[in-house]
């Protein structure tokens, strides 16, 4: 079965074909849902309603676009949507400066040190490990590639705050997995 006759049968509700295509995208949602929730339960939570509004709203989609990239746009809203539902201040930043010592040791670590020493796992509970606020920014901007434009308006706050959140959110990464580097080195 190819894509078009996935598509076709889940226009009909054939339950195999919804079957089907929640299968086959199931494991890059997931891991869409993980970048934005803090566990492995909330983030299944998100993928279910995420697949739920796919299958109400296949029907709006024009074929004008990747069909995955028209499901990862849903799974991310889904995930946003939850960020808002948790009633968690996801979006006031955080007034907690890392003292100076912390700056220092995380600017003598360059990327290609973290990235030999660091896992995918460890990097995405580092990510996860952000406050919502930070972990949003971080996701929207980096992965899903959102400009601080429309990150700000989507999230509905100024373009400033998107990117001092970005800023913060690659620092204390870069504080976390430096910390991880120095604990796995001994």
Not at 43 to 63: C, M, P, S
Not at 100 to 124: P, R, S
Not at 127 to 142: D, E, S
Not at 169 to 176: E, G, M, Q, T, V
Request: glycine share 4%; with cysteine; hydrophobic share 40%.
């Amino acid at each position: 079965m190819n894509e078009n006759e996935i598509i076709k049968g889940c226009l009909k509700n054939d339950r195999a074909c919804q079957k089907v295509l929640f299968e086959y995208y199931y494991d890059k949602m997931f891991g869409v849902c993980l970048r934005y929730s803090k566990s492995s339960d909330e983030a299944k939570d998100i993928v279910l309603e995420g697949f739920l509004k796919v299958f109400t709203r296949i029907k709006t989609f024009n074929h004008s676009g990747s069909f995955e990239g028209w499901i990862k746009r849903i799974i991310v809203n889904t995930a946003l949507d939850n960020l808002r539902k948790s009633k968690q201040n996801y979006l006031i930043v955080s007034t907690v400066y890392a003292d100076d010592k912390m700056m220092d040791i995380a600017a003598e670590v360059d990327d290609d040190e973290l990235a030999l020493h660091i896992d995918k796992e460890e990097i995405l509970k580092a990510v996860q490990q952000l406050t919502p606020a930070y972990r949003t920014v971080f996701n929207l901007y980096v992965i899903e590639e959102y400009t601080h434009k429309e990150i700000a308006e989507l999230l509905e706050i100024s373009e400033g705050t998107s990117k001092s959140n970005l800023s913060k959110a690659k620092f204390n990464l870069r504080k976390n997995l430096t910390h991880l580097i120095k604990v796995n080195n001994g």
